[in-house]
């Protein structure tokens, strides 16, 4: 008999990067040992190398993409189905910039599916913590074409051109594919985006690693990827509001609200795709139907299609990320 689908936890998917810090562990209270540090975390994945394994209930074990497979629109929606199939079309993660991250783009959907066989990758970043005097980098900060472009990297002066933004705790970042960006250091950022790990690498500050040699670098491969596009803002404009869903981020690939809450609120997901929550801040418990989990800061979790609403009971208050893919 086919096991009735519930909200699924997964296993937490540690990644040691050379720009990894402590705050994983420090502030979203997960244990990464024996890991020296941990850059990044992939909370809900699909990505071949990395697919994520359920942590809780009666199909604990099983794998994301297993799960896909056997209950297919149940799961993720008929309409998302329709459209990727197979691959779970989501994938979500924390990462803990303890020093600038590599100047970077990622292709789009054309561009990915013609030379890597992938999807594209747009993506959101969402504070959790920064730093006195973070920033990041998105963006160009003037009008430019490639000849331009190329004139900076080749002369080093990439990063007279580059957007810098300071960063501080509840600011939303939309970085649709093709545009340029790093993450800078002392940032805590929860990160929706497409399923793909397809990243060109532009510029890396000349580090080296404890081999001493520098990261490959994908100049040439870049090129075609770069949107060069001015713009005005490149930080995503919201009115912070309590106890009421706010929508930060709509996309094709996904829409994403913030709900912050400090009471109890119900929520209709009678609606054509999954739904994920990524707790960035207190605690609330998940009731849907006659069962019951409790969510904290740093939990993901995957609510299925088949499950039209829920209730999310606090004592403490919390504040999600809410995503799903709109028809």
Sequence with gaps: MMATLYPFK??????????????????????????????????????????????????????????????????????????????????????????????????????????????????????????????????????????????????????????????????????PAGRVHTIGKGLLIAEIQQTSDVTYRIYDFDRVDDQGNKRELHTEEALAAIDYTFHDEYKSRYEKKQNEPVEVVTCPYFTTNILDY???????????????????????MLEYGEQKLDVKMGDSILIPATIENVTLHTTEGFRILESYIEG
């Design 262 to 284: 400090t009471e109890t609120v119900s929520r209709d997901y009678s609606f054509d795709s999954f739904v994920i929550h990524v707790c960035v801040e207190g605690a609330y």
């Design 10 to 175: 997964f296993r937490t998917i540690y990644k040691d990067k050379i720009w990894g810090g402590e705050k994983i562990r420090d502030i979203l209270k997960k244990d990464f040992a024996p890991l020296p540090n941990c850059g990044e975390t992939w909370e809900i994945s699909g990505v071949k190398s990395d697919v994520s394994v359920v942590a809780n209930g009666e199909l604990a074990g099983q794998s994301l993409v297993a799960l896909l497979e056997k209950h297919q629109a149940e799961l993720v929606g008929e309409q998302v189905y329709k459209r990727f199939g197979n691959e779970f079309p989501l994938l979500i993660k924390f990462i803990d910039a303890n020093d600038d991250l590599s100047i970077q783009v990622h292709p789009d959907d054309k561009l990915a599916r013609e030379r890597h066989d992938s999807f594209g990758k747009t993506e959101m970043w969402y504070i959790i913590q920064a730093d006195e005097g973070s920033s990041l980098i998105t963006g160009f900060n003037q009008p430019l074409n490639q000849d331009i472009y190329l004139e900076k990297f080749n002369s080093g002066k990439l990063t007279e051109i580059l957007n810098k933004e300071e960063a501080k705790a509840g600011d939303v970042f939309f970085l």
